[in-house]
C-alpha cells in the first residue's frame, strides 16, 4: 500500500493555537523526509481541539516548507463553499506547488447549530452536493461556465472522503475514495468497497482507488502504542460527554483526571478500534485490514500529545510498510 498521513492540527493543553499549525507544518517537512506519499490536512470550524479551519492557507505554507511530496485535504467541506472559490484556491496552490496537490472533499455542514448559522449554512446545503462536485469538476478541467483562474493546464486530481453512502456517490462519479469513521468497522464494508470497484464510472482516465483512513500509532511496545493513542481516545470519549472537542491532554494528567465508568468504557473502546502497537501488532492488523478491503493506500490519522513521539511513530510506521 501507498502510505499517507492526515494531520488535523490538534490543539494541546497549556499551549496555543498557533503551536498546533507550526507543527503540522513540521510533520509535514518530516513526513516528506522518511519518505510518505502524502499529507493531508482537515477543515473543522469553531473546534476548540483542532486549529486548521482553512485547508488552502495551511498548504500553502506546508508546500512552501516541502518540495516532493504530496499535499492535499482532507478534506474541504464543499457544502460550506462556493464551488468557484474552491476551485480558484485549489488552482492557485497547484500553480505554486505543480503537480503536487490533491483536493480531497467531503460533505460536511458544520457540528452545532452555532457553527451553521457562523457559516451561513443549514443541514440542507448538503443536499446539492453532488451538483456542486460537477460543477466544481468544471472549473478544475476547464469546462465550466467560467473559466477559474489561474489556468494552470493540470487537472487538480480529486477524491471523496467517505463514510458509508459516499462510497456509491465516489463511484458514480469516477473518484478515488477515503473511507473513515465507523463504516471500517462495519461487516458491510468489504461488499461496499466490491461495490465501488464494480460500479465504478470513470471520469476521463480515472480507475478506482480506495484509501483507508485511521488512527496507527507504533511503538516500541504494545502499552506504550496505548499510552500514546490514549490523549486522542480520552478527547474523543470527553467530547460525546461535553459536546465539546477538546485540546489534547498529557497522559498523566487523564490518568489523574477522575473517569466516569461510561467515559472509561468509550475509552477502552476507542483504543481498541484504533491500530496501536510495537511494530509486530501493527503489521498483523494492517495485513488483516489490506486483505479484508484491498486498500491501495493507507493514511494515517494519528493524533498524540507528545510531538516527538508522534514523529517516531510515523518513521515507524513508514518503516513498517516499507
Known sequence: ????????????????????????????????????????????????????????????????????????????????????????????????????????LGRSVGFTPPVRRALRRDVEAAESFEDDLDELRGYLDGTGPVTARPATGRVVPTHL????????????????????????????????????????????????????????????????????????????????????FPPLEPKEAIRGAERPAQVRRRVDASLDRAVAGGPATVRRRLDALADRTGADELMASTSTYDREALLASDRSLRDLVA
Not at 68 to 74: C, K, L, P, Q, T
Not at 162 to 175: C, M, N, P
Not at 203 to 214: A, G, K, M, N
Request: negative net charge; charged residues 25%; proline residues 6%.
Open 161 to 244: 472522503l467517505a463514510t458509508g453512502r459516499g462510497i456509491e456517490v465516489a463511484a458514480r462519479h469516477g473518484l478515488p475514495v477515503v473511507v473513515g469513521g465507523p463504516v471500517l468497522d462495519s461487516d458491510e464494508l468489504p461488499d461496499l468497497l466490491r461495490r465501488y470497484r464494480r460500479d465504478f464510472r470513470p471520469h476521463r482516465d480515472s480507475t478506482p482507488w480506495v484509501t483507508i483512513s485511521l488512527d496507527v500509532t507504533v511503538a516500541d511496545d504494545d502499552a506504550t502504542a496505548r499510552d500514546l493513542a490514549l490523549p486522542e481516545a480520552w478527547a474523543l470519549a470527553v467530547s460525546r460527554q461535553t459536546g465539546e
Open 1 to 104: 500500500m501507498r502510505l499517507s498521513l492526515l494531520d488535523r492540527s490538534r490543539t494541546r493543553a497549556g499551549r496555543p493555537d498557533a503551536a498546533a499549525l507550526e507543527a503540522t507544518v513540521a510533520r509535514a517537512e518530516h513526513a516528506e523526509r522518511v519518505g510518505y506519499d502524502r499529507f493531508w490536512v482537515a477543515e473543522h470550524h469553531a473546534v476548540p481541539g483542532i486549529a486548521s479551519g482553512t485547508p488552502a492557507v495551511l498548504l500553502a505554507a506546508i508546500g512552501a516548507r516541502t518540495s516532493r511530496i504530496r499535499i492535499g485535504s482532507g478534506g474541504v467541506m464543499l457544502p460550506l463553499h462556493q464551488p468557484l472559490v474552491v476551485a480558484e484556491q485549489f488552482l492557485v496552490l497547484d500553480a505554486l506547488h505543480p503537480g503536487r496537490v490533491d483536493l480531497g
